[in-house]
């Protein structure tokens, strides 16, 4: 059993994925070829952004936006304790200090409360300036942007949407990475649209910004002259295979994928909700990609015994996220470290994540919640 089955996928799209390689091939155009631009304006019009600019990977993707505003030494960045590193490691990456704030104890998002006590507390200690707020989707789910907005225009502070993981969920049918002044997102082969390979976007409405963006993405170079460089930038280009496959990719996650993922995100909680663990949620109006399917068991199962017994039957899991971002070692001598984010730290004590991907069938998730249970019970 596949925690999220790629090889499916590819079964299923095989022909159209193997002629689209096929095509870059012949041709030979394996940088900047015309699949990058037209991918471009598909994720643009998917998202409902006049801008879309791909480049290497998710987390160039963040480091790239957080240049575009120049942010750097002695400016605040505010952060989700519950995530993966990246969203924290970008913005010290650029000089700046990452604040970690407490997650909601349901969605796992950042808690609105807790971020503008957060900026309170840095606007009093007067150590730093508050500039930018990262906001990640995290497991499918969009953050609570409407209350986070709010905050941002309360203290003139730039909103990041990080959509690593929400890529195809949404809010009252407005597209995750639109919320953001600049969203990202990642195309790892495991991400709700990935890639075979590493790949990511950045997404604004921002006409100037954009502008910057593709300079950054390519050595800082001036318009179309490659080789008049006006700025120092990153070599992060979406290479044009990836984009080939993302393009046959993409097509299916429109038509089938996002709807039969939740499908599957519907019988998990109809088999599990008897059992004495908490089911993932997801607001009202929300729909989740489901990039997790995260369950969180009572405080002081033995995890690790679950983990094995579920190995043993033939199913993987896995731990999102065994360390809060405060507690890293990269972060052990600087101010982050004095986060209080009691939420995370339960979180990271109790929540394990169950195989979940748009092509398991009913039967399937049944063999798992029926396992699950008897370990449990």
């Known amino acids: ?54 480049c290497a990977n998710g987390t160039d993707a963040i480091s790239i ?17 519950f995530t993966f590193f990246s969203s924290g490691e970008c ?71 990080d959509a690593a993981q929400g890529f195809g969920g949404s809010i009252q049918g407005k597209m995750a990475c639109s919320f953001g002044d600049i969203a ?8 709700p649209l ?16 954009a502008a910057l963006i ?4 390519v050595h800082g170079k001036s318009g179309e002259d490659k080789y008049n460089n006006i700025q120092l930038g990153r070599n992060s280009r979406l290479d044009t295979i990836q984009a080939a496959v993302l393009k046959v990719k993409l097509q299916a996650f429109r038509e089938y994928e996002v709807i039969d993922v939740n499908k599957a995100a519907t019988w998990y909680n109809d088999k599990l909700k008897d059992l004495n663990i908490q089911l993932p949620y997801v607001k009202n109006g929300y729909v989740s990609s489901w990039a997790q399917y995260t369950i969180r068991l009572a405080e002081g199962t033995d995890r690790g015994k679950i983990q094995k017994r579920l190995k043993e039957a033939g ?23 004095n986060a209080d984010c009691p939420v995370t730290e339960k979180l990271c004590q109790t929540v394990l994540s169950l195989p979940i991907h748009p092509y398991m069938d009913e039967d399937i998730i049944a063999y798992i919640s029926n396992t699950l249970k008897e370990i449990i019970r």
Request: contains cysteine; proline residues 4%; glycine residues 6%.
């Open 184 to 191: 990202t997102t990642s195309f790892f082969p495991a991400k």
């Open 315 to 337: 199913i993987p899991s896995m731990i999102y996220y065994v360390k809060p971002m405060h507690l890293q070692g990269a972060f052990s001598d600087t101010d982050s470290v």
């Open 1 to 54: 059993m596949e925690f999220r089955d790629l090889k499916k996928q590819y079964q299923v799209l095989k022909q159209d994925i193997d002629k689209s390689i096929l095509e870059v091939c012949e041709n030979a155009n394996y940088i900047s070829g015309k699949q990058v631009a037209e991918l471009e304006k598909e994720l643009a019009d998917y998202v409902g952004v006049k801008h879309c600019i791909t």
């Open 91 to 161: 913005p010290a990456g650029e000089g700046a200090t990452p604040i970690f704030v407490d997650v909601d104890a349901e969605t796992y998002n950042i808690n609105p409360e807790c971020l503008e006590k957060a900026v309170q507390n840095v606007l009093n200690e007067k150590k730093y300036v508050p500039k930018a707020v990262v906001a990640v989707d995290l497991f499918g789910q969009c953050a609570e942007y409407d209350r986070i907005r709010e905050i941002c225009e309360k203290y003139n502070l730039l909103l990041l949407e």
């Open 65 to 81: 936006a957080l240049m575009t505003w120049n942010i750097g030494e002695g400016d605040a960045v505010f952060v989700p304790d």
């Open 214 to 217: 593709r300079s950054l993405c």
């Open 194 to 209: 990935g890639c075979y390979g590493d790949g990511g976007a950045i997404f604004t409405d921002r006409d100037d910004w």
